[in-house]
């Protein structure tokens, strides 16, 4: 395991069990290793996740039966000049209703910062903390816990 791994991997008891009904988290990153990198830790975290580089990807990838993601986490800058925030948005169109969504970036100029905060979307800055992924996740996702 690499530090980065190590860092942002909970402590096994604060990790919840693997259920049949657990959250499904839609992920959308157009570079193969961080994507991996999502994959692989909200796994561990107990959560399903369908995954694409485009909104269009994403949707071809989920799973049969009509499930809707639950969440949406989605890089801003996207290939082919798309961005996170139309991403989200051609998915919940797609799924005819509205998602909790995060938008992760490196990105610090002043006119994406008016956009993205026009948008009211959270947004987490590369590089991606765990702890604050996690707890943000979770604010996202309380209307399912009842």
């Known amino acids: 395991m690499d530090l980065l791994e190590e860092t942002l991997k909970p402590p096994v ?29 909200f796994d561990s975290w107990g959560y399903q996740v369908v995954s694409g580089g485009s909104a269009q990807e994403l949707l071809r ?9 639950d969440v949406i986490l989605a890089d801003y800058r996207l290939k082919d000049g798309q961005n ?20 992760v970036t ?20 590369k590089p991606v903390n765990g702890v604050q992924l996690r707890e943000l996740l979770q604010r996202c996702l309380r209307p399912l816990e009842v």
Not at 61 to 69: E, I, K, S, T
Not at 107 to 122: F, H, N
């Open 106 to 125: 490196g990105d610090t100029g002043a006119e994406w910062l008016r956009e993205a905060a026009a948008s009211g979307l959270p947004i987490v800055h």
């Open 61 to 69: 990838n989920l799973p049969a039966g009509g499930r809707v993601p």
């Open 13 to 41: 008891d604060d990790m919840p069990a693997g259920r049949d009904d657990s959250a499904l988290v839609a992920v959308v990153e157009d570079e193969a290793l961080v994507l991996a990198g999502y994959q692989m830790l």
């Open 84 to 103: 996170g925030m139309t991403a989200i948005r051609a998915i919940e169109i797609a799924c005819c209703r509205k998602i909790p969504a995060i938008l």
